[in-house]
Structure formats: structure tokens, C-alpha cells
């Protein structure tokens, strides 16, 4: 069983940044473990926002992500961080962190297996 701890959000302005961090307990993340961060904003379904590899090498992000995010992880910190530069009104929603078994990164929210709480990330116009 992994537990996952989301911190990080919070309200800023417009073109500000934030840093998720989500921690990890019950298994090392270095053990073969994808990692995602999804989002859902009030009336909306879930959508994919990044995903990195276990290895960290490989990294996939959404359209509305794509140069103004970057997702990395410290395994020997059981955490992962997810960067979020350039913010607007539309990524205001919670944020979710998610591990997955496979090491491979994956856009698909099947493919991951644990889930944590959600941080609140309110983007001011």
C-alpha cells in the first residue's frame, strides 16, 4: 500500500508559480513506480495534467501544461514535485497526485493505482 500526501497549493495571481510536492509512504517510489498529477476543477471531470517515469528520464505532459510546467522526483525522498509557472484562472481546480505499479509514465488515469487527498490551487485574475 502507498500513501500519498499532496502539499503546495494555495492561491496566487495570475503569471505567478507554484511548486506541488507530493510525499510517498508505504514503498519507496524508486521501486518501479510511475507518477501523475491529475486535476479536477469545479464541474469538470479529472484530466491529466503531467507524468514522469521511475527512472525520471521520461516525462509526458498535457497541451495546457506544455512549457509552463515540469514535473521531476527525488526517489530518495519519496517525493515528487510538479512546477507550475505562467498560472491563469483556468488551471484553478484541485490537484491530485497518483503512483502507478508500471515504471512507464502514462496520461491515462487507469494506470495509476494509489491517489492521494488533493490540494486546493486557486489562480486569481
Known amino acids: 500500500q502507498v500513501q500519498l500526501v499532496e502539499t503546495g497549493g494555495g492561491l496566487v495571481q495570475a503569471g505567478g508559480s507554484l511548486r506541488l510536492s507530493c510525499a510517498a509512504s508505504?514503498?519507496?517510489?524508486?521501486?518501479?513506480?510511475?507518477m501523475g498529477w491529475f486535476r479536477q476543477a469545479p464541474g469538470k471531470e479529472l484530466e491529466f495534467v503531467a507524468a514522469?517515469?521511475?527512472?525520471?528520464?521520461?516525462?509526458d505532459f498535457a497541451d495546457s501544461a506544455k512549457g509552463r510546467f515540469a514535473i521531476s522526483r527525488d526517489n530518495g525522498k519519496n517525493t515528487v514535485y510538479l512546477q507550475m509557472n505562467s498560472l491563469n484562472p483556468d488551471d484553478t481546480a484541485v490537484y491530485y497526485c497518483?503512483?502507478?505499479?508500471?515504471?512507464?509514465?502514462?496520461?491515462?488515469?487507469?494506470?495509476?493505482?494509489?491517489w492521494g487527498q488533493g490540494t486546493q490551487v486557486t489562480v486569481s485574475s
Open positions: 497518483a503512483a502507478g505499479r508500471s515504471p512507464r509514465s502514462s496520461s491515462q488515469r487507469g494506470s495509476y493505482d494509489y
Open positions: 508505504g514503498r519507496p517510489l524508486g521501486m518501479s513506480m510511475s
Open positions: 514522469i517515469s521511475w527512472s525520471g528520464i521520461n516525462t
